[in-house]
Structures are given as C-alpha cells and as structure tokens.
C-alpha cells in the first residue's frame, strides 16, 4: 500500500500516537509499504507488532475509502504538503482538507487575536485586508473573535481563506461558525489534522496553532491578552523564523497587553494601513 493509506491506518491504530507514528513514518523509505519493510524497522518490538497490526487490518479499509469520500487526505510524503509546515517542530504527519488545495501553494497571512476583540480589531483588520489579499491567502482558526472577523473579511473583499481548525471537519465549532465554514470549503480550505469525526478539546486548539504557524509567511495579531493562544501561534512562528505584526494599543488596556509585549520582544509594530514596504521584502 502506498505511504499516506499506511499512515492513515497507523493514525487509526489505538495506542498508536503522533510520537510513535513519527518513529515509524522516518524510516519509511520507499513509495510502497510492504509487510516485510515493517519488520525490519530499528524499533522496539512492540512498535512493530503495532504497525503490523494497522497493515494487517482489514477493517481499516472501509473505513478509509469512507475518509476519502468525505475529504481530501495530504500526508507528509505527498508533493502537496507544504514546504514551509515540513519544516517545523512536529509537523502533521496528515492533514484532512476540504475545499481549494492549490491555495497551500501561496504566500499565506496568518491573522489571530482574542476571542473577546472589539471594534478595533474589526477596523483594523478591514482597513489592512484590501492590501493584504493582494498578495496573500489568509488564514485563522474559525473560532469566536478576531478568527472569524479575519475570515468574513477576506471574502467580503473577494480575498481568500484558510481555516485550521483543533477539531474533525466534520463538525462545526463554534456552532454559530456553520455557515461561515460551509463557505470557506466552497471559497477557500479547511484543514485539520484530526481524523473527520474527531470532536473538538481545549487541548486540541493549541496543538491547531502549530500549524496555523507553520503555513504562515507572515503573522497579524490585533487584540491579545498576555496569556492567551494568539500569543502561542505567535511564538511559534517568531521560534519558526517568520515575521510577526502586532497592532499597538494602550498600554491601559489588557487586549493590548498581547501584542504590545510581542512588539517590545521583536515583533514589528502596524502604525499605518498600507504596510507596502515591509510586505515587499516577504516572499
């Protein structure tokens, strides 16, 4: 069987998790898996045994023609899986997706921010998104808040959109966000790297943000509090070397305090709404 079917059955596999599946995916050298491949891999024995019994299963099958029904499936050995999300810490060894793949192909704008934004974030966003569709595709994570805001935002001007969602794409989180996700997969892609019928857990959306990072040639935080998970995707993709904007606010303000502590650590400050000269250098 070819590598992305055995990945699916290892990823379907119990007691199988991404550490173990990474293990055995870094040694699979050729385009076809074979029984006797597995055998011979430098792991513990019953990592083998494991991987032997998602091969072998025949329930598996089914089970993954009904996947491919439902969704696309881009494992890490396919030459769609993008260049920028293989090169980071952990990256999803399969992302189920829905909607337009060739959008993986272009520069993306990642833009994130409390799930509490006000109107500033709202202005700011569509005061920055004529520029911004220009040249990238923009991305978010479908959730209350600033995700949405980016989102609706980008298809109101004609822009696309992509959404990582922390959970299987065949549900709708949050519920009010249905109608917004139904037509980000007819005008843009959803992605998750959870099988489709997974459903949503707080500790899933962290885990989402690694990608939402990694996909990204740029950042945009608008509101954050000092702890919160835009400031996560933001140090993710300050640690995976892209450029990070943060929108200044007062420093009296806790949704400020976010992207305010960001641009005191590096992070390039918005102060106008054209940002021609530093999108330039970006590619």
Known sequence: MNKTDFLLRLKLERGIGYIKMLQIASQLDSEKVEAAQLKQLDLPEKLIESSLQAFYNEKYEKIIDRIRKQCSVISFFDDLYPKKLRQIYQPPLILFVRGNTNLLKRPIATIVGARQATNYSQVVIDELMPN???????????????????????????????????????????????????????????????????????????????????????VI???????????????????????????????????????????????????????????????
Do not use: W
Request: hydrophobic share 40%; with cysteine.
């Open 221 to 283: 935080v608008t509101e954050a509090r000092e702890k919160s998970g835009s400031l996560i995707t933001a140090n993710m993709a300050l640690h995976e070397n892209r450029d990070v904007y943060a929108v200044p606010g007062p420093i009296t303000c806790d949704l400020s305090k976010g992207p305010n502590r960001l641009i005191e650590v590096g992070a390039i400050p918005i102060v106008d709404f054209k940002l021609e000269e530093p999108f330039q250098n970006i590619e």
């Open 132 to 218: 911004l569709i220009k040249k990238y595709v923009i991305a978010s994570g479908l959730a209350r808040g600033v995700d949405g805001m980016a989102h609706e935002s980008a298809l109101h001007h004609g822009g696309k959109t992509v959404a990582v969602v922390g959970n299987g794409i065949n549900h709708f989180y949050l519920a009010q966000n249905k109608f917004l996700q139904q037509e980000i997969v007819e005008k843009g892609l959803l992605i998750s790297e959870y099988l489709p019928d997974t459903p949503p857990k707080p500790f899933r959306f962290p885990e989402r943000n690694r990608i939402l990072a990694g996909l990204s040639d740029i």
